[in-house]
């Protein structure tokens, strides 16, 4: 009776000791769960994830001659304790300023004749660090003239598109083509089947680069095509916009808005937005999925795109100062007008003012308009007047008259007392 008695209380400590085993070893795997985090990283706002490596920086366009280094670390059950930055190749680390909320930064400015290694250590409360390696980058620098580049990249995509070589063409798109490459691919083979003799002349307005490494291009265009099925010629012409990025010293096509220049076969999947155009503009448009090729007014082309629920299309504006008086001009955006008795913003070479006191709220630096829509709630009163610099997103409620979010491209408000034009992207809802 004893010998069984031990037997069983063996057992029991037995099986007593393999819970705890297993109990012990889902707390090891919890804690070993527990890593230090890098959520984001921007290298002077451009994401290092997209860099593969190597980032190259034009000289001649580095904001404030500087690099800013800046991102968000977290951890589950500790607290970031600091964020070390590296240049050499670790061989020394500097700290960066450190928030609570795990946000850091570090800012510094480069001697241009040289390159860095840099490396990200993130260090939590208990003494463990993120994965150093991952966060490689080689950072150097570039004597090349972006707009120089940028009009050079332009002159090649057309060439490539017009002698219809879509290796060629294609070599000039980014990978991260928006809204993909591929698409983008199987709209200008389609665009090569359908069209003869392309013919596009182009004559750039302007040229401004963001610091996230994107360039935006906006020219006036003629073009002609003929159709391989009909012989038919068809021209339009009008002003476009489209967006370069920098990846790794060369610029790629990244985005393209309506009136589109390449993909026409597929406009509706292929263009981020429109540029508002003057009423007695024409567009060339590709019917899906026939394939006939028409010429619409502009208006009517962008329906016949995207249908009749074309509400919260993007669209950009230019207000140039002198359309009212020498600094002052006005837009209309319920009825897509520039100066008319009915504007919305008025832009006075150092701001925007609002026709009286509105609601208007900020959203963050960056936002992607396309994907964002326009905010129902949030809103605060203003006394008439909105600043922004280049990324920064506003809402303004206009009441019975609708709402508009809007992201502005350039630093026109800065440029004071010679103000220049002031560029935005805009998406309108009644």
């Keep these: 009776m004893k010998k069984f008695l031990i037997l069983v209380l063996f057992m029991t400590l037995s099986v007593f000791a393999s819970v705890q085993q297993v109990q012990a070893k889902w707390w090891i795997f919890g804690k070993s769960a527990d890593e230090v985090n890098l959520n984001y990283m921007y290298i002077n706002k451009a994401s290092y994830e997209d860099m593969n490596g190597k980032a190259v920086f034009f000289?001649?366009?580095?904001?404030?001659?500087?690099?800013?280094?800046?991102?968000?670390?977290?951890?589950?059950?500790?607290?970031?304790?600091?964020?070390?930055?590296?240049?050499?190749?670790?061989?020394?680390?500097?700290?960066?300023?450190?928030?609570?909320?795990?946000?850091?930064?570090?800012?510094?400015?480069?001697?241009?004749?040289?390159?860095?290694?840099?490396?990200?250590?993130?260090?939590?409360?208990?003494?463990?660090?993120?994965?150093?390696?991952?966060?490689?980058?080689?950072?150097?620098?570039?004597?090349?003239?972006?707009?120089?580049?940028?009009?050079?990249?332009?002159?090649?995509?057309f060439k490539a598109y017009q002698s219809e070589n879509?290796?060629?063409?294609?070599?000039?798109?980014?990978?991260?083509?928006?809204?993909?490459?591929?698409i983008l691919d199987s709209a200008v083979r389609k665009d090569f089947l359908l069209f003869d003799y392309i013919k596009i002349e182009h004559f750039i307005n302007n040229i401004s680069q963001v610091s996230d490494g994107k360039i935006f291009i906006s020219f006036q265009y003629n073009r002609s095509v003929i159709s391989t099925k009909t012989g038919e010629t068809f021209t339009d012409k009008g002003m476009t916009e489209l967006v370069l990025k920098?990846?790794?010293?060369?610029?790629?096509?990244?985005?393209?808005?309506?009136?589109?220049?390449?993909?026409?076969?597929?406009?509706?999947?292929?263009?981020?937005?429109?540029?508002?155009?003057?009423s007695d503009e024409d567009m060339i448009v590709v019917e899906n999925p026939s394939g006939t090729i028409k010429v619409l007014p502009y208006n009517e082309a962008i329906k016949d795109i995207y249908g009749d629920n074309n509400d919260g299309t993007v669209k950009?504006?230019?207000?140039?100062?002198?359309?009212?008086?020498?600094?002052?001009?006005?837009?209309?955006?319920?009825?897509?007008?520039?100066?008319?008795?009915t504007w919305m913003v008025e832009y006075m070479g150092t701001s925007f003012h609002l026709p009286g006191a509105l609601p208007?709220?900020?959203?963050?630096?960056?936002?992607?308009?396309?994907?964002?829509?326009?905010?129902?709630?949030?809103y605060n009163l203003t006394e008439g007047e909105v600043r922004g610099t280049v990324g920064e997103c506003w809402a303004i409620d206009y009441g019975t008259?609708?709402?508009?979010?809007?992201?502005?491209?350039?630093?026109?408000?800065n440029s004071s007392p010679n103000p220049t034009a002031v560029i935005f992207d805009y998406k309108y809802q009644q």
């Design 401 to 413: 008259r609708g709402r508009v979010l809007l992201k502005f491209k350039n630093d026109g408000f």
């Design 166 to 182: 879509i290796q060629a063409f294609m070599a000039l798109v980014s990978e991260n083509f928006v809204p993909g490459s591929d």
């Design 316 to 341: 950009t504006v230019t207000l140039n100062p002198g359309h009212m008086t020498p600094i002052n001009s006005t837009y209309d955006f319920e009825n897509e007008e520039y100066d008319n008795a």
């Design 246 to 278: 920098n990846e790794g010293g060369q610029l790629k096509l990244y985005s393209m808005k309506n009136p589109l220049m390449f993909g026409l076969s597929d406009a509706s999947e292929i263009a981020t937005g429109s540029v508002n155009q003057s």
């Design 59 to 157: 000289k001649n366009s580095l904001p404030n001659n500087e690099i800013a280094i800046n991102g968000k670390a977290s951890v589950k059950k500790s607290k970031i304790g600091a964020v070390m930055v590296s240049l050499d190749k670790k061989e020394t680390w500097i700290k960066a300023t450190l928030s609570d909320n795990g946000s850091f930064e570090y800012k510094f400015q480069p001697d241009t004749t040289k390159s860095y290694d840099f490396y990200l250590k993130i260090i939590d409360t208990t003494g463990k660090t993120n994965d150093i390696e991952k966060t490689y980058v080689q950072i150097t620098f570039s004597d090349q003239d972006i707009s120089l580049l940028a009009r050079e990249t332009l002159d090649k995509l």
């Design 360 to 378: 208007v709220q900020q959203l963050a630096t960056g936002t992607d308009l396309n994907s964002t829509a326009v905010p129902t709630t949030g």
